[in-house]
């Protein structure tokens, strides 16, 4: 923006775009840059002892009538909760406090308010990444032991299906997380959680009867384990497979078969592990079953595998992200899958699944860090402000900002360097859920 797009105090005016060059901490407002709503939102920036505000001429509507009050609302998790200007260290003349002016008052309430949330929705992530972590766990122990204890291994692979079950059952919205770095090193069985947590997440947004989900999640949390029996130097092969390699691959849906019979595991968690690379036009294996042919459930965690083998190859340079993947099931290989599983599947995640980096309609840049499966298009953000720590960013709960929306996905390649390594999460996209609100914990990857 150039230098002399400035306006004087008495030169504000309603659908201009102002941008302030004050800290976050100095101002009442959700965000540093926005259009000017009301003349309420004058009467605070003229509060601020400025003498001329910066604007973007491309992004102002000076055509905009007044509107009724609507104040933008955002707020730093580092301000604590009787928001204490001190906290930043010294402050200008014009810096914020309670005693500055009484008619800002209001729009302080509002974002101690905002901080309070943002505390909270921190607080549940770190409940979610706790229980990611053990999830995790738990599926190390479930592989390393499946031979040497086969029935207490089966126990614990039930009692951990169970558990992400019931939360995501009785979960009154289902909140996806995208995962953080600190996952305890567990990253090999990261795979077989995704897909456990995003098939069963696709059955509950099918209606599937609950007696189903025990089989399905034990399905979809055990569909690789005849990978077992593949040499390393294919499963962790970066180049693609020439094709006497991708028959032995292949055959691992029939060791499957076999473990999971000496496993004494269900016919229908069987046909899981035999069919989850089946597709709907046929071209899967092992056996090129089309259609009604393939199962309800394997066609479900079909959906699911392939999504997270997009999002996470054994070569992270050719991951997709997870917009881009979405978007190629959807627009390149939709006859791949059932339709409806694809349809659901696309509810619960939206557009922007959880990773995905966006541009918004402020010109902000974000990466989206929650999705509420029952508003899949206004997710939580994380928005990237260089003023502020990475691991104190700022969070935006869409749902409660009217006017602000997801312009387009922005490919990592696009994002300069700093503004990707402050957003991304991690390497490899991991999801988990929250069932906080139903009282219990839950894992996602």
Known sequence: MAENNTVTMDQLRIGLYVVLDLSWFQHPFAFSQFMIKSEDQIREIRSLGLKTVRYNPALSDLTVRQQPEAAASVASPTADPEFKMEATGPQPAHAISPETNSEILPALAAKRVLVE???????????????????????????????????????????????????????????????????????????????????????????????????????????????????????????????????????????????GRRLQLSKPVLEIIRDHHELFDGTGYPAGLKGDAIGVMPRIVAVANYYDELCNPVDVANALTPHDALSTMFAKLRSKFDPRMLQAFIRCLGVYPPGTIVQLSNGLIAMVATVNTAKPMK????????????????????????????????????????????LSPRKRVSYYFDAGKSGQDTVTR
């Open 117 to 259: 949330r943002i505390r909270a929705q921190r607080e549940a992530a770190a409940r979610v990444e706790h229980a990611f972590v053990n999830a995790a766990k738990a599926i190390r122990d479930i592989e390393r032991n499946l031979y040497s204890d086969p029935k207490e291994t089966v126990q614990q692979a039930t009692q951990l299906v169970t558990q992400i079950a019931d939360s995501i059952l009785c979960a009154p919205d289902l909140a996806i997380h995208v995962m953080g770095d600190r996952t305890g090193g567990e990253e090999l069985y990261f795979h077989s959680l995704n897909v456990a947590m995003l098939s069963l997440m696709i059955a509950r947004d099918l209606g599937v009867p609950q007696e189903v989900f025990g089989a399905l999640g034990m399905g979809a949390l055990l569909h690789d384990i005849g990978r077992k029996e593949i040499p390393d130097k294919i499963l962790l092969k970066a180049e693609p497979l020439n094709q006497a390699e991708r028959n032995l691959y292949q055959t691992h849906c029939h060791f499957g078969v076999e473990i």
């Open 379 to 422: 997710p939580i953000i994380v928005i990237y402000d260089a003023n502020i720590p990475k691991e104190e960013s700022i969070l935006v709960d869409m749902a409660r900002e009217q006017d602000l929306n997801i312009a387009k996905a922005i490919r990592p390649a696009q994002v300069p360097v700093e503004i990707y390594n402050y």
